[in-house]
Nanobody, 123 residues
Framework: QVQLVESGGGMVQVGGSLRLSCAAS?????MGWFRQAPGKEREFVAA????????YYADSVKGRFTISRDNAKKTVYLQMNSLAPEDTAKYYC???????????????????WGQGTQVTVSS
């Protein structure tokens, strides 16, 4: 059972930055970040392959968010810049033992989840 613990959320003004962290109990093939705003479905944000570091982003965050990992610390990061009110959501870290672009953005394909961390962007 992979355990994931997120941290780094908070409140920030429009245009500001935050860095989220996700500490994993073990390394898996794929780590992803998802977010969910009140009344909306959980949506994909970004993913990274532990081996090789290949990354994949939702169009809505490309150029603003960067996912990275530290293998030694078994930690994945999500650097979020130029934050906008529409980025307000609870952000979740997720993991799975496979890698494949087709299902990378499908939350149902990830068996392991963290508890989430709130990000609020105020105008």
């Amino acid at each position: 059972q992979v355990q994931l613990v997120e941290s780094g959320g908070g409140m920030v003004q429009v245009g500001g930055s935050l860095r989220l962290s996700c500490a994993a109990s073990e390394v898996t093939y794929t780590m992803g970040w998802f977010r969910q705003a009140p009344g909306k479905e959980r949506e994909f944000v970004a993913a990274i392959r532990w081996s090789g570091g290949s990354t994949y982003y939702a169009d809505s965050v490309k150029g603003r968010f960067t996912i990275s990992r530290d293998n030694a610390k078994k930690t994945v990061y999500l650097q979020m810049n130029s934050l906008a009110p529409e980025d307000t959501a609870k952000y979740y870290c997720a993991a799975k033992q496979t890698w494949g672009v087709v299902k990378l953005a499908d939350p149902k394909d990830y068996p392991y989840w963290g508890q989430g961390t709130q990000v609020t962007v105020s105008s």
